[in-house]
């Protein structure tokens, strides 16, 4: 005998027929942890000598991650950031910042088919807020004004992933699935 029970917590009764006995499983999640992997800040313009009111190009890179670990359902996400600030008017690089963040995530109830996406896009969604803040932090404290990224569009980010990868797989006739989106 099992102890099965649904979302309501009750047990259906035997010959009892409704939409509730098919449902997907309930997905279940936690962050375990969150933290810094790597992080550098580059103040290129102090170490060139560069003065002056300087009007700042801002480029940010984001790429993806997601291990499995080794205990069950956990997975470790990683938002990878690289942030330059170049002169508007020239070629000189104001700043460069490059962030990696991980996320340390306990799911269960993804099917096995729809996990990558979850990984991709989800669980990047949710630590989002602490990397827009360590950047903003970072380059306030490198002596720019903070850098307060716009929110990034993580299911946007993972289809042009999935699409870049179909264009090489057809290019190369090869495959290619690591894992990863960048944009």
């Known amino acids: 005998m ?3 029970t649904t979302n309501a917590g009750a047990t259906p009764a035997e010959g009892q027929t409704g939409e509730g006995q098919q449902q997907q499983p309930q997905v279940k999640q936690r962050i375990l942890g969150q933290f810094i992997r790597d992080l550098s800040f580059e103040n ?3 170490q ?3 003065t002056g009111d300087v009007q700042p190009e801002i ?3 984001v790429n993806l991650d997601a291990k499995k670990r080794q205990a069950e359902n956990q997975y ?3 938002t990878k950031l690289t942030v330059t600030s170049k002169a508007k008017d020239g ?7 490059e962030l990696e963040y ?3 995530f306990q799911i269960e109830g993804v099917p096995e088919n729809q996990l990558h996406p979850y990984l991709l896009i989800e669980c990047p969604r949710q630590t989002f807020p602490f990397v827009r803040r360590i950047v903003s932090d970072v380059t306030r404290d ?3 004004p903070p850098l307060n990224l716009e929110q990034i569009d993580f299911l946007q980010l993972y289809r042009q992933e999935i699409a870049r990868r179909a264009q090489a797989q057809q290019a190369s006739g090869g495959n290619n699935a690591n894992g990863s989106a960048e944009a």
């Open 91 to 97: 070629d000189a690089t104001l700043f460069l910042l």
């Open 48 to 50: 060139k000598g560069v």
């Open 142 to 144: 490198g002596g720019f």
């Open 44 to 46: 290129v313009m102090v």
């Open 102 to 104: 991980s996320g340390v």
């Open 59 to 61: 480029k940010v890179q």
């Open 76 to 78: 470790e996400v990683i």
């Open 2 to 4: 099992s102890d099965d």
